[in-house]
């Protein structure tokens, strides 16, 4: 913290204009360090709109890929080492699971992402105590390539981080029409429109979590409403290609 703050604050203090993904890290910024309000702009990261398009891809031949004939599928991607499973909440999607699985059967819970062995056998043991290991798929270290395809087979996204920035994996699964379910913490509340592009719960609560997957999984015309409103608003807000001309602009500026 000592370094953070003392650091920080030397840095801040002599850039020209400090870049910045969500809104409220801009507020955190003036509040913590007292930066002028103009300096601080914020540019979200983004989406390659194109790449992430649900028209590219079918939904059961990706199934049929990964082996998943389930009626739902309901998918989580994120980094699965030591402290991506700490802070993307990993065990209360598995919790939520369990509690959905008594009530919805046909559905299968995806993990995806890389890391260690020792990380993905806790979470093999995890599913295996909880008596739904048979209901979880794990796919371990996709290529980039692949990502799109995962998401395609995918009914529901779901992501209950404790911590995030920003949330990537939320923007590319509102970009291939996803509807997302996360936390209510800084950074996420800046990329999903609640009840809009999707439902945000409080963050260590797989009752919450588990109660808004059973929302979607048994109103389908609502899961489509938000998997639309949110490729629509991933291409508004979250476009590379507009994100990019925005940053070139403000190095133009500075420069001047």
């Known amino acids: 913290d000592f370094h953070y703050v003392t650091f920080s604050r030397f840095v ?12 409220s ?11 002028p309000p103009e300096k601080i702009i914020v540019v979200p990261n983004g989406v390659d709109v194109e790449r992430f398009n649900p028209k590219r891809f079918n939904k059961w031949a990706a199934r049929k890929k990964y082996g998943i004939s389930s009626q739902k599928v309901v998918l989580f991607i994120g980094r699965l080492d030591r402290q991506g499973i700490e802070q993307k909440g990993v065990v209360y999607y598995l919790k939520a699971a369990s509690i959905v699985i008594q009530k919805f059967k046909d559905v299968k819970f995806v993990i995806a992402g890389g890391g260690g062995n020792e990380q993905i056998d806790y979470l093999k043991h995890l599913a295996r105590r909880l008596g739904i290991l048979d209901h979880v798929k794990f796919i371990i270290r996709f290529s980039k390539e692949e990502a799109p395809l995962i998401y395609s087979m995918a009914d529901i996204f779901v992501l209950p981080s404790i911590f995030e920035s920003f949330g990537i994996s939320l923007i590319e699964a509102m970009a291939m029409e996803k509807p997302v379910i996360s936390t209510k913490i800084r950074g996420v509340k800046d ?6 592009t999707g439902f945000l719960v409080p963050t ?9 997957i059973l929302h979607l999984l048994h109103d389908k015309k609502l899961a489509m409403k938000l998997g639309k409103n949110g490729r629509r608003y991933v291409k508004k807000m979250f476009d590379w290609k507009k994100i990019t001309k925005k940053v070139v602009q403000i190095y133009e500026t500075v420069r001047k």
């Open 204 to 212: 260590m609560n797989a009752n919450m979590l588990a109660e808004e």
């Open 191 to 196: 990329v999903v429109k609640e009840n809009e």
């Open 12 to 23: 801040f203090n002599e850039a020209d204009r400090i870049l910045v993904p969500t809104g």
């Open 25 to 35: 890290y801009k507020a955190l910024l003036i509040k913590q360090f007292g930066i």
